[in-house]
């Protein structure tokens, strides 16, 4: 693919020069070359991609009766099914605006959400029901999948044949919210021109054909599962396989049954997969791809894979919301031999590694890396704030500490910032201290992580409390607030002051190495990833 420099939001960056002006033309070759491929499997449901086409052209007019017009932001709450791949496709046809809510988020994170992004409809499944706000969209535009309103709209109608509305590349294809060190998400600004360079991304640097079949395990509403999965193996003409509860029997039966040729996971649940004692019983010897991400991988996982599947290839990628998904991806075969890496920088992107000064330091040198391209999102929504710290010089901050050797490998030392990753799913610890000063007796609350070997991080909470509570009573009035994987893992409590330096800022060092003298943690079996 030819590559050439060009200007976007006063920012010089290499794109590619032949590419689809935006998402809907990016999915018009699919609609067109495709039309009697398999596009979508959710169950026992088999839509090739003119029934797709049908099914997407459907809803969009439904929308469009109901108001829903271009630049409009549309909230959508559902797991890996069928509906959410129609949502998006439909809502991205009338130019109007995704806004996508993680199926764990609670009531005051989606108010929040609504707060800020205003959408003018929701459309969400049955289970989610009790945690719709009652700010936001109105009554008449709450739309439930599955309900009879939901029926009526996807009955085909005259309206169905309206073409795609007229979105430039630089209008916003969507918002996605990211919890940031505020406490507060923000909502980074995905346009046109993001997702489709993402996209070429993916099949350029994996020589992606229409013969792909993808089981998607991930949740679609993050940017991995939307702009890593479907969306890419859409563009291309290839095959989704929906997974709406990720299960690593289920995943490793239906990726036989369905003869997959890609699967992107997060290493805890390539980690889980390992824990079959039949593993290599199973007949994957279609699947070439395994893309991993949102977390390091621990090299013993790498390699006892490649040893249980010799034909597939393990590929790290490393991205995050605003960079559209990734920003680096391991080339193909070199996986194994550079297992400590994520990888190299995308063709159209340009990462810098950083000093505290704003210099760029030598080659092999740590510091924090910045990244610019064609995908790196424009802003984040409404928040000038964010922007003037989270951008310089046309590059994002990633926040991230790492190295880019000689040869252009990619690898990530340390997090400047205090995320906590546990398994793939990213934690603040402001948002959940934020949420712990809420309990009656908490004087003062720090938020760490803390290795496990299963999901990467576990979240911690130390407690300097007034009052009489125990670990139980505030994991319970977390689960009530915040999404269960922000829940803290432990919670330890005491009566006296939290370490703090001259300054008063709390001494998280000293924290972590407290947490390496608890005892071991005892994990559920039904213990959420």
């Given at each position: ?63 469009a009766a109901r108001s829903v017009t271009f ?98 590349e630089h209008d916003a294809f969507g918002i ?201 999102v424009p802003g984040y929504w409404k928040n ?146």
């Amino acid at each position: 693919m030819q590559i050439r420099k060009e200007c976007h939001w006063d920012r010089v960056m290499a794109c590619y020069a032949d590419r689809p002006l935006n998402v809907n033309d990016m999915l018009a070759k699919s609609w067109a070359s495709a039309a009697d491929k398999l596009a979508v499997v959710d169950g026992s449901v088999r839509m090739n991609y003119r029934e797709l086409e049908h099914a997407v052209a459907t809803l969009a007019a439904a929308l469009a009766a109901r108001s829903v017009t271009f630049g409009d932001r549309v909230a959508v709450m559902l797991p890996n099914q069928l509906e959410a791949v129609l949502s998006v496709l439909a809502i991205a046809r009338l130019g109007a605006v995704l806004v996508p809510l993680g199926t764990r988020l609670k009531e005051p994170e989606i108010s929040y959400i609504f707060g800020d992004a205003q959408p003018v409809a929701v459309i969400y499944a049955p289970d989610y029901a009790a945690e719709m706000p009652t700010t936001g969209p109105t009554t008449a535009m709450r739309f439930e999948c599955g309900s009879a309103a939901w029926q009526d709209m996807m009955q085909p109608g005259p309206q169905t044949s309206a073409p795609p509305a007229e979105v430039n590349e630089h209008d916003a294809f969507g918002i996605i919210y990211t919890s940031g060190t505020t406490g507060k998400p923000k909502g980074a600004v995905l346009t046109h021109l993001n997702v489709v360079h993402s996209c070429l991304h993916w099949e350029d640097a994996h020589q992606l054909t229409r013969d792909e079949r993808t089981l998607v395990c991930v949740p679609w509403s993050h940017v991995a599962g939307l702009c890593g999965v479907v969306l890419p193996f859409l563009a291309i003409g290839g095959s989704l396989i929906l997974m709406r509860e990720f299960k690593r029997r289920d995943f490793l039966e239906l990726a036989q049954k369905e003869r997959i040729t890609h699967a992107l996971m997060v290493p805890a649940m390539y980690g889980l997969c390992l824990l079959e004692p039949d593993l290599d019983t199973f007949n994957l010897i279609d699947w070439r791809i395994g893309a991993y991400g949102s977390a390091p991988m621990p090299e013993p996982t790498i390699q006892r894979f490649a040893q249980a599947f010799p034909a597939l290839q393990m590929c790290n990628c490393y991205g995050a919301t605003e960079t559209t998904s990734p920003a680096t991806m391991m080339p193909r075969g070199d996986g194994v031999a550079h297992a400590e890496s994520i990888g190299k920088t995308v063709p159209c992107g340009d990462i810098l590694v950083m000093d505290e000064q704003g210099c760029e330091v030598a080659a092999g040198e740590e510091g924090e890396l910045w990244i610019a391209g064609p995908m790196v999102v424009p802003g984040y929504w409404k928040n000038e704030q964010a922007n003037a710290i989270s951008f310089a010089g046309g590059y994002w901050k990633s926040g991230d500490i790492g190295a880019i050797d000689a040869a252009g490998y990619v690898r990530i030392a340390d997090r400047k910032k205090d995320m906590v990753n546990r398994g793939g799913f990213k934690v603040y610890p402001a948002e959940v201290e934020s949420v712990l000063a809420g309990i009656e007796g908490v004087i003062e609350a720090a938020v760490i992580g803390q290795p496990d070997d299963m999901l990467g991080e576990c979240v911690v909470a130390f407690l300097n409390v007034s009052t009489n509570l125990d670990p139980e009573m505030v994991r319970s009035y977390c689960a009530q607030r915040m999404a269960d994987y922000k829940v803290p893992g432990r919670v330890v409590i005491r009566k006296t002051p939290l370490p703090r330096n001259a300054n008063g800022k709390i001494q998280k060092a000293d924290l972590r190495e407290a947490a390496k003298l608890l005892p071991p943690l005892i994990r559920s079996p039904k213990a959420a990833l």
